[in-house]
Structures are given as C-alpha cells and as structure tokens.
C-alpha cells in the first residue's frame, strides 16, 4: 500500500511539476520576468511539499491523499456550476456610426477650414476639449512623455508607408485578364471562400474570415482617406472578408513605452501589405474589391471581424480572439465576389469574463475604460469607452499606449496558451474566475509596463 500511495502521490507531483515548468519557460521566452519568478516560487513550494510527503509515515499519506482527493474533486463539481451564466445574442447598432466624430478625424481639421468651422457649429460642445488636446505635444512628436528618436522615427516610417499606399485602396476589374475571368467561373462560392481565407493566411494573417456586408458595418460618412470628406458611405459590396495579424507580446508589455507604438505601426503597415495583396487578387479575376486600411476605413474592423467568426468584442472595445486576445491589428477586404459566410456564434464566456476582470479599466492610465456593465449604444449593448481621454493620454505621451490590451488575460500566451485552459475558460465560469485569480498572482492585479527599449535579439 505504501509503494501505491508513493506512486500515487509522484504521478500527482509530476504532474504539477511539467505544468509549472513549462509556463515558466513560456512566461521567461516572452519576458514576462515577474510571473516566471512568482511560478518558480510556486514551482519551489510545491516540489517541497511533495517531496516531503515520502518522508510521512503511512497514515499521514491517506490524510495527505485524501485532503489532495478532497480538493481534486470540489475543483471539478465547480467546474459544472453554471457560475457566471450570461444570456448574449448579436448586437447590431441601428445607427450608423460617422466616422467625422473619431478623434483622428477632429484633429485633423485646420482650424480655419470651412470644414473645421462647420464641424464645431454642429458640436460645440467638444470643441474646447479638443482645442486642449491641440495644444499637446501629439503622437510621435519628440516632446511627448515617452519620446524616443529612433522608435518614433520607425513608427513614422511604418505610417508613411501605409500613407503612400491610400490610392490603392480603390480601383475597380480594370486589372482582371479575361482568361482569369472565365476560368474562375468554375470555382464555386465556397471554393473561392476558402481559397481567399487561406490566402490571407499565406501572405501573413493570423486569422480570417467572411462575413455578408452589413450597413451597420459601414461608418456614415468619410472622416479621413481618399474620398471627398463628409461624403456618405454606401460601398457597392456585398461580402467583407476579415483578418488579424498578432501584435508582439514582448513589445505590447512595454506600452506606453516607445516601443509599444513602434510595433502598432509594424502591424498596421503589413496587415495593409496583405489587404492590398488580396484586394489584387480579387480585382485580377475581374471582381470589384477594396482595402479598409488605417486612415483608409470605410468599416468599423471589429464588427466585421466579430461577424466574420474572429473573435467577441470586450471591455476595452477591442476583439478578444481565441488565441491571441486583444493583441491583434484587423484590416478587412470587401467585394462584389460571391462568397460564403462563416458563421458568427455569440461568446458569453468573454462577455462573463470581461464582466468581472475589470484589468483592463483599472489600468488605464485614464479612466478612458468604464467599469460597469455594457449600456444600450445606438441600439446595441457595449462598454464604450472614452476617446478623447484616451486620445488625449496618445497626445501627451507620443505612443498609442496600449496598456489595457498589454494587462489583459487573454493576451497573456504563458497562462493562456495550453488548450485545457482554454477548453476550461470557455466552458466554466468557475475556470474564468480561477485563471483571473492566478493571473492577478502572477502577473499582478495592476501589472506595471516593461521599462526599456527592448526591440528583440
């Protein structure tokens, strides 16, 4: 009985000690120093309490054993419980949302301009705030908080590179070869929906997806890119195809820092490299298509990647994907191209979990993230969030700061990773509330950034 209760006890700590090990690799690769050490400490505990349990005479290995069983089986009958059960269905705004009211649209009014002089008659109530954040030193400029040459300067570079592609965004078949054309005809819809998915993937996506082009997916009216400003949007599109390429955890972690906005432009600069890829490739088969790029939307990204089947939009406003969370960039596709959609399937477990997690919000620098529950926006239930307290953070720090997608769980690849975790945070409120308890451990309940200029080996 004993050499049983030995085995028993070494599979059992085995166990514990391949899990911890393995986040520990995973937290030091991502240098996430903090949770690395708090996992070893863990991993130091637990090696010792094991290890001591050979040492106990017999009757002290049933009551170590049954205490073990004890809590095994209350952790799983937990993890039944419909704790944390929300009712969610598809929210869709009955009111389009007009893209001249962002905060990137404003300030790029010259004050004098008819334009400038005719947007603040209609909302005067905004126009001191933004006066204010005016006078701020802006985004990149060198005498924002974090200010650093070479970072600012990569990120201008990135930007500039987005900026030369705004012509390309448009165009009609006039690419499209007329052999193309014929022979595409024996491709069916579904077919071509997958090739355009896996597509998207080759040139560098991380995730796609389609869905039906919908109003509400469309801004109102143009606020920024090539088109006449204050035109209506009404795009002769009927299928959007959607995708994400991963924004760099090691950099993320370092935001507000220089760093953290220098990778956003890297991301906003090849995510516009793949969407100009496939918007080609669509026109060379004698198809209409058009790239939403940054500066060049004529759609809100995370409503189309969220009816795409990409992910659940959060707290912060962002898409929290499966895999990687909020730390995505989104560009999206749309085309007279018939496709199929993928199907898009409301997730409560993100809606529950960003309920109760609130890191994001506490973060803030600003506050510019609420912390009650989703409100009723222009028909449809969501946390909105305060652009120009956020902007105004942009504007004075230089960087797009980045903080609430950097404390995020699900952004965390050490804790988040495995797919039992995963399986467990979809299935489980209580799973959900344990993994927010051992992230706050590990992690912190207020993480603190990444200090340095860390730009990889």
């Not at 603040?120 to 005016?134: A, F, G, N, T, V």
């Not at 991380?206 to 209506?232: A, C, F, N, Q």
Request: glycine letters at 8%.
């Amino acid at each position: 009985m004993n050499s049983l209760y030995n085995l028993l006890i070494g599979i059992s700590g085995g166990l514990f000690f391949i899990l911890l090990s393995s986040f520990v690799v995973r937290a030091r690769r991502a240098r996430e120093y903090v949770a690395a050490k708090r996992a070893f400490i863990i991993l130091l505990v637990m090696v010792g309490i094991f290890s001591v349990f050979f040492f106990l005479p017999l009757p002290y290995k049933e009551i170590f054993l049954l205490v073990l069983g004890t809590f095994l089986l209350i952790f799983l009958v937990l993890l039944l419980l419909p704790i944390g059960r929300v009712e969610v269905k598809k929210e869709i705004p009955i009111e389009r949302y007009d893209e001249r009211d962002i905060p990137f649209s404003r300030f790029r009014l010259e004050p004098g301009t008819e334009a400038f002089n005719e947007y603040y008659l209609k909302h005067p109530e905004l126009k001191e705030k933004d006066d204010r954040i005016r006078r701020l030193p802006g985004l990149l400029s060198l005498k924002g908080r974090e200010a650093h040459p070479l970072a600012f300067a990569s990120s201008m570079a990135s930007f500039q590179f987005i900026k030369d592609q705004r012509y390309r965004v448009d165009g009609d078949t006039m690419e499209a070869l007329p052999e193309y054309r014929e022979a595409v005809s024996d491709y069916s819809p579904a077919e071509l929906s997958d090739w355009l998915k896996k597509l998207a993937k080759f040139y560098g996506a991380r995730s796609s997806g389609i869905t039906k082009l919908e109003k509400y997916h469309m801004y109102s009216h143009i606020g920024r890119g090539t088109g006449k400003y204050g035109s209506k949007i009404d795009l002769p599109h009927s299928y959007a195809i959607a995708f994400t390429v991963e924004m760099r955890n090691d950099f993320i972690q370092q935001g507000p820092g220089a760093v953290s906005v220098m990778e956003s432009a890297r991301e906003y600069a090849l995510i516009a490299h793949i969407a100009l890829q496939l918007t080609h490739f669509i026109r060379a088969l004698g198809y209409s298509a058009r790239s939403h790029i940054d500066e060049n939307y004529r759609v809100i990204c995370p409503l189309v990647a969220r009816d795409a089947g990409l992910g659940e939009v959060g707290r912060m406003g962002f898409l929290i994907t499966p895999d990687l969370g909020p730390r995505v960039r989104i560009a999206v596709v749309t085309t007279d191209m018939k496709l199929v959609p993928d199907e898009y399937v409301p997730d409560a477990s993100v809606i529950d979990f960003c309920n109760f997690c609130l890191k994001c919000a506490v973060s803030c620098p600003v506050s510019a993230i609420p912390k009650g529950d989703r409100e009723l926006i222009r028909g449809a239930l969501k946390w909105q969030i305060d652009p120009v307290a956020c902007f105004k953070f942009w504007n004075l720090s230089g960087t797009d700061c980045g903080r609430c997608m950097a404390v995020c769980p699900y952004s965390h690849i050490p804790l988040y990773s495995p797919g039992i975790v995963k399986f467990l945070v979809k299935k489980s409120g209580f799973a959900r509330r344990a993994i927010l308890r051992l992230d706050d451990f590990l992690y912190g309940k207020k993480p603190k950034p990444y200090r340095g200029v860390y730009i990889g080996n």
